[in-house]
């Protein structure tokens, strides 16, 4: 996978903890690439091969996944990984 790739947000649209998801990535600055599945079948195509499920949000950045999650759920699983938080410049990993 790509070093320099944005992250990637599956979404559908009127999806509340999508829109919950976006306002979270838009206030921490995050510039995210997004992807609405029921626009694109690709876009639901590549979801499901990368998160084996078709639930939303799904987030996706290098090898890190995190599928149907509310934004607390991402900030738990985002920092049991401190590399990614550093990246991101996200979650508790600011030291």
């Known amino acids: 996978m790509k070093n320099d790739s944005r992250p990637i947000l599956y979404v559908k649209s009127g999806c509340p903890w ?4 976006l306002s979270y990535f838009n206030s921490q600055g995050i510039n995210i690439e997004i992807r609405d599945v029921n626009r694109n079948p690709e876009d639901m ?3 499901v091969h990368i ?3 078709k639930k939303v949000p799904t987030f996706q950045y290098e090898d890190f996944i995190v599928a149907d999650f509310s934004v607390d759920e991402f900030l738990t699983e985002l920092n049991k990984f401190p590399q990614i ?3 991101l410049k ?3 990993s600011e030291n």
């Open 18 to 21: 999508c829109t919950e998801a």
């Open 45 to 47: 195509d590549a979801m």
């Open 51 to 53: 998160s084996g499920q």
């Open 85 to 87: 938080c550093q990246k």
């Open 90 to 92: 996200l979650g508790n």
